[in-house]
C-alpha cells in the first residue's frame, strides 16, 4: 500500500505570497491532519479533516487554512507569508476503523520564506 | 509552561547499551500517549502508543506512563545504530488533536 505522499517536496517563497501544499493520504483513509514542525516549538497542530469536514484546529492565525475533498486528498493555504512560517509541514493521515492514534506521516514539505 | 516536556538531548549511547527518553506533561486530561521516531528528512513514524497508565512492550521497545507523576518513558534495550534518530513524545486527550513533546534527538554509536 502506497504511504502518504505530500507535494511539493521543497518550496522558495518571497514575504507576502501565498502557498498550496498537497497532501494524498493512504488509500482508505479519511482522516487527514497537518502539523508544522520547526526546531524551536516542534511538531504543532495546524488542523485535522474528516470526510470534508474540520473537526479540530490548532491555534494559528487565520491565514492558514485548509480543505480536504471528496476523495480524501487534502490542501493546505498559507496567504500572506512571513518569515517564521518557514518550517517543515507534514500532513498525516489515519484510519479511524484501525484507532485515531495511529498516525501515518507524510515525508513533508519543507518550505522557506525569503 | 509548555504543556509537553522533552530534553532535546542530543544523547548519545554505545552500541548495545539501555536508552531512556522521557516526557513530562502538566494536563492531567491527556489520556493517550505515543512515541514516534523519525529520522532525518523523514516524517515521523509511529512506535508506540499506549491508553492510561501502565506499561506496554513491543520488541525492544518498552514504553511506561506514569499518571500520577505525569511522566512518560520510553526505553530502547540493545540499541543499535540504526535507532539513531529523534523520539517525539505526543499526548491527547481523546480528541483529533495531539500535542507533541520537541524530540530528542539520539546517536547510538557503533
Known amino acids: 500500500k502506497a504511504g502518504v505522499t505530500q507535494t511539493p517536496r521543497y518550496l522558495i517563497k518571497t514575504r507576502g505570497q501565498q502557498v498550496t501544499l498537497s497532501c494524498s493520504p493512504i488509500?482508505?483513509?479519511?482522516?487527514v491532519s497537518w502539523y508544522q514542525q520547526t526546531p524551536g516549538q516542534g511538531l504543532q497542530f495546524l488542523f485535522e479533516?474528516?470526510?470534508?469536514?474540520?473537526?479540530n484546529k490548532g491555534n494559528f492565525p487565520g491565514r492558514f487554512s485548509g480543505r480536504q475533498f471528496s476523495n480524501s486528498r487534502s490542501e493546505m493555504n498559507v496567504s500572506t507569508l512571513e518569515l517564521g512560517d518557514s518550517a517543515l509541514y507534514l500532513c498525516a493521515s489515519s484510519s479511524r476503523d484501525r484507532g485515531v492514534y495511529e498516525q501515518y506521516f507524510g515525508p513533508g514539505t519543507r518550505l522557506t520564506v525569503t | 509552561q509548555k504543556e509537553v516536556e522533552q530534553d532535546p538531548g542530543p544523547l548519545s549511547v554505545p552500541e548495545g547499551a539501555i536508552v531512556s527518553l522521557n516526557c513530562t506533561y502538566s494536563n492531567s486530561a491527556f489520556q493517550y500517549f505515543m512515541w514516534y521516531r523519525q529520522y532525518s528528512r523523514k516524517g515521523p513514524e509511529l512506535l508506540m502508543y499506549?491508553?492510561?497508565?501502565g506499561n506496554k512492550e513491543d520488541g525492544r521497545f518498552t514504553a511506561q506512563v506514569d499518571k500520577s507523576s505525569k511522566y512518560i518513558s520510553l526505553f530502547i534495550r540493545d540499541s543499535q545504530p540504526s535507532d539513531s534518530a529523534t523520539y517525539l513524545c505526543?499526548?491527547?486527550?481523546?480528541?483529533?488533536?495531539?500535542?507533541f513533546g520537541t524530540g530528542t534527538r539520539l546517536k547510538v554509536l557503533a
Open positions: 499506549t491508553y492510561s497508565s
Open positions: 479533516y474528516f470526510s470534508e469536514t474540520q473537526r
Open positions: 505526543a499526548l491527547s486527550s481523546g480528541t483529533y488533536k495531539y500535542i
Open positions: 488509500s482508505g483513509h479519511r482522516s
